[in-house]
């Protein structure tokens, strides 16, 4: 009997790492494109005929999307939708339980209230049921914040026609999501407006950077004003039409951005064919349950792959255990954002009073229980989304690990 890597034995996925490239990826494309910015001293998008500008038009337009605003990242290409669609201090912005803590702290920035709506465990995603009987239960409700959570689409059919029945703005926090298709629309502006991150460990990347999209010509003209702070993209000078700040992407940012895009776009389809082929072998092993997607997902990008553990059908084997015993395999395993986010200290009481406006009142975070919430944060697994770079014989090996710490949990007993 082969035994568990974790107790001494030959990890069964030893070979993984060589199998996926290291990320970020990059070429001679890249070098020569940042070169290229470098001499032209050229490094700030002020300028017409800008590289950030011909990146937020070739974005756009793969994303099905009228407007790109390119920004500095994607925690504030959030705070530049929201601004854009009117939230002000006071408001209130439904966001999901279980996400990175941007999609709520770029609310906090404008001194709106986050409240949080209950995910639905099977998708990962914002539960619409949780959404309606917030908008029902609250007065002031001025946005949703719906993540793409892992890359997965949220069901729009259920979440769009109620919340524009009623004047309320959508914001996809497509942060993971690069790629992804609703009903064959890529995400990003089939809400109001969506905003995406470029940070390092995403599926498009400059290190930093974010972009911001939307079909309305209004918002988007407001939008690129705010992140150039009140003045006209492209005409540089001293004429500021309102009080802003500034969230300029660097022309830096934008030339790896555009050398990336071709690659990127050939990973995606990449990405989608095998995670499709993961999910489908881990489906068959009793105890892991992959992220479920809705009948509407017509192409899955993604920042995650995620699925759920069961320690009842692994012999009692804790989550945490079972993933030690994975990355000891050579699974490069992890627990995603480990909590729901009003567990977090920064939604403390005295913490989150510390940040707000004088006059709000603290939504008793601390006393907040969304079962749906917890039930995912206590069984999610994750693996980022350059583990689907590799090809069958790379995923092989997940699965082969994943089967061999169930054939031999007994090893791991007390
Ligand atoms: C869901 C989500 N929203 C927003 C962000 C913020 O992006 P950035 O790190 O570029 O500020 C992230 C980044 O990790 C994210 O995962």
């Known amino acids: 009997m082969p035994r568990l890597a974790i107790k001494g034995g030959n990890p069964v996925a ?3 790492s060589k199998l996926i490239p290291p990320w970020p990826t990059y070429s001679e494309k890249e070098r020569q494109a940042l070169i290229e910015v470098l001499e032209s001293r050229r490094w700030c998008r002020i300028y017409p005929g800008s590289r950030a500008e011909l990146f937020e038009n070739m974005f756009a337009e793969y994303h099905h999307a009228k407007h790109g605003i390119a920004v500095a990242n994607g925690t504030v290409a959030l705070e530049l939708a929201m601004k854009t669609v009117g939230v002000k201090q006071g408001d209130k912005l439904v966001v999901p339980a279980v996400t990175f803590i941007a999609s709520a702290s770029a609310a906090t920035e404008l001194g709106a209230i986050p409240i949080f709506a209950d995910i639905d465990p099977e998708t990962g995603n914002i539960s619409p ?5 917030i908008v029902e239960q609250e007065d002031g409700v001025r946005a949703v914040v719906a993540v793409h959570y892992g890359g997965n689409p949220v069901n729009f059919d259920e979440l769009k026609p109620f919340l524009a029945r009623r004047g ?10 690069h790629g992804s298709e609703w009903r064959g629309r890529r995400v990003g502006a089939i809400g ?13 990347t400059a290190g930093e950077g974010g972009i911001v999209l939307t079909d309305n010509d209004e918002y988007a003209n407001k939008a690129r004003l705010i992140h150039n702070i009140g003045r006209v993209v492209g005409r540089p000078g001293y004429e ?26 050939e990973q995606v389809e990449r990405k989608h064919r095998n995670g499709a082929y993961l999910a489908d072998r881990l489906k068959r092993i009793k105890g892991v349950e992959p992220q479920k997607m809705e009948e509407g997902v017509t192409k899955r990008g993604y920042y995650y792959f995620v699925f759920r553990y069961n320690p009842e059908e692994f012999g009692g084997l804790s989550k945490q255990r079972f993933i030690e015993a994975l990355r000891a395999e050579g699974v490069p395993a992890d627990i995603g ?3 729901p986010l009003y567990k977090q200290k920064a939604f403390s009481r005295e913490a989150f ?9 603290y939504p008793n975070y601390d006393k907040m229980y969304l079962p749906g919430a917890e039930e995912f944060t ?7 989304h350059y583990v689907l770079l590799g090809e069958k014989e790379a995923l092989d090996m997940i699965v082969a690990a994943i089967e061999k710490i169930k054939e031999n949990v007994d090893e791991l007993a007390g």
């Open 129 to 133: 049921r949780s959404v309606r009987d």
């Open 192 to 204: 109001d407006m969506g905003g995406f991150s470029f940070q390092e460990s995403k599926s498009l």
């Open 353 to 361: 009073l510390e940040v707000m406006p004088p006059g709000i009142e």
């Open 14 to 16: 030893e070979d993984l």
């Open 168 to 177: 309320i703005k959508l914001i996809e926090d497509c942060a993971h999501a």
């Open 337 to 339: 954002y480990g909590m």
């Open 240 to 265: 500021h039409y309102i009080l802003a700040s500034n969230y300029r992407m660097t022309e830096f940012q934008a030339a790896l951005l555009l050398a990336k895009l071709d690659e990127f776009k």
């Open 378 to 384: 206590r069984q999610e697994v994750t693996l980022l």
